[in-house]
């Protein structure tokens, strides 16, 4: 990761246009956090059971849908980001001033920070996802079979053109993991998952995960389809 540092709005234009970084997505922060959390990950919520979380949004839900527009019905979990709600998604915006106001907006003493990403590093679903009602959407993830398939697919294809960004990312993701459950109440398993995730990170620092990531992506993806679905199986 390079840091690049930008004293006005010349300096930010003009390292965009350098690096190359406008065709990109970009989140401005207004201070600088450990690492980039949804709302429902972070401190205030860690110890909270989903279920409260998913009953906040079924009550603004009730409180509020009269009032919506089918769109907005469909894509209520992103109504609700919108309006402050703890959802499981992050805002990023493709235009680099919208990110530079929000790493601004509310932070005049401090210095302010944008992340910015290439957008093959992406996994896109708006076409697959387009006019379904996506409320809570990992457990749509878990318990919908067609969801489940539609994501794996995608998972796929990702992995296929871009086999060591697929990895890298998800070394990411499982530290991302690892500090969660460090924070939150231990169970019988969290031990031994985060033994896994600093196995794993060893692996890719050494090589040896680079060198047989077929054997692992096949482990991983059917560990996440497992199910007792044949099709899915299959």
């Known amino acids: ?15 965009l246009k350098e690096k190359n970084l ?107 996802i387009s006019g379904r009602k996506i409320q809570y959407f990992y ?14 697919n995608k998972l796929l294809e990702f992995y296929k053109n871009n086999r060591k960004g697929f990895i890298i990312s998800l070394s990411n993701n499982l530290n991302m993991i690892k500090v969660l459950l460090k924070k939150s109440k231990h169970n019988a398993y969290t031990s031994e998952i985060i033994k896994a995730v600093d196995w794993y990170d060893k692996g890719i620092k050494e090589g040896y995960i680079m060198d047989r990531p077929n054997e692992l992506n096949q482990r991983l993806l059917q560990v996440f389809l497992k199910n007792k679905n044949e099709e899915l199986n299959m």
């Open 139 to 152: 457990n749509d993830l878990i318990e919908q079979n067609e969801t489940k398939v539609m994501f794996y």
């Open 1 to 15: 990761m390079e840091l690049l540092r930008a004293r006005s709005l010349y300096d930010y234009i003009k390292i």
């Open 22 to 128: 406008l065709d990109a997505y970009f989140r401005g922060e207004s201070r600088k956090y450990t690492n980039i959390a949804a709302s429902c990950y972070r401190d205030n919520f860690i110890d909270s059971n989903r279920s409260i979380i998913d009953e906040m949004i079924d009550e603004y839900f009730y409180e509020v849908s009269a009032q919506l527009s089918d769109i907005e019905k469909s894509n209520f979990i992103s109504y609700s980001q919108h309006h402050g709600l703890p959802t499981n998604l992050i805002d990023i915006t493709s235009s680099a001033l919208v990110a530079l106001y929000f790493s601004c907006c509310d932070n005049f003493e401090n210095t302010g920070y944008i992340h910015i990403f290439k957008k093959n590093n992406f996994i896109k679903f708006s076409d697959e």
